[in-house]
T-cell receptor, first 113, second 111 residues
């Protein structure tokens, strides 16, 4: 069991470039999430998908789009990267039940110059 | 509006002593509270949780206390070990399993 995997691990973009961050989970979870972590800000929810075929905005969705490709995969796209999107991005999954425990991937460190 | 706050950016403790990490929240709709631990260059890992209808949950060296009237929770680690050195995040959980995280507290346990 790989759990939650994310690609790439590191990425450097120039302002205005686009890219897609990939996330996959093998735990058969229904719900998936994208967060960003910035110094002193904790983890902030960008988008989430409660189940296959649905996506909803989180706390900081501007500048991002998502696709829930199937039950396993949830991708995050930056259409026109900005320096303010320099961050560490985490994908997570969960089976909503009694405890809301989420399982996180190792993260993607993105720098936009 | 920061719904979950961890007011101490860092905490330093001697090995074998108790570590107490604190968290305050404002959202009364949280059903669950969770603590996550994060090492550098890794994703957060789940540590312990507590339902909003309970006031204490214990798992080995880790105990979480919830004071609903004060909207405050704390994580106690006894005894602290150098391997506990990490960033600790508290989080509140609502519908669809959405979590709202605090800013994190860096715990350093000295040998």
């Amino acid at each position: 069991n790989a759990g939650v995997t994310q690609t790439p691990k590191f990425q450097v973009l120039k302002t205005g470039q686009s890219m897609t961050l990939q996330c996959a989970q093998d735990m058969n979870h229904n719900s998936m999430y994208w967060y960003r972590q910035d110094p002193g800000m904790g983890l902030r929810l960008i988008y989430y998908s409660a189940s296959e075929g649905t996506t909803d905005k989180g706390e900081v969705p501007n500048g991002y789009n998502v696709s829930r490709l199937n039950k396993r995969e949830f991708s995050l796209r930056l259409e026109s990267a900005a320096p303010s999107q320099t961050s560490v991005y985490f994908c997570a999954s969960s089976e909503v039940g009694s405890s809301y425990e989420q399982y996180f991937g190792p993260g993607t460190r993105l720098t936009v110059t | 509006d920061q719904q979950v706050k961890q007011n101490s950016p860092s905490l330093s403790v001697q090995e074998g002593r108790i570590s107490i990490l604190n968290c305050d929240y404002t959202n009364s709709m949280f059903d669950y509270f969770l603590w996550y631990k994060k090492y550098p260059a890794e994703g957060p890992t789940f540590l312990i949780s507590i339902s909003s209808i309970k006031d204490k949950n214990e798992d080995g060296r880790f105990t979480v206390f919830l004071n609903k009237s004060a909207k405050h929770l704390s994580l106690h680690i006894v005894p602290s070990q150098p391997g506990d050195s990490a960033v600790y995040f508290c989080a509140g959980g609502t519908s669809y399993g959405k979590l709202t995280f605090g800013q994190g507290t860096i715990l350093t346990v000295h040998p």
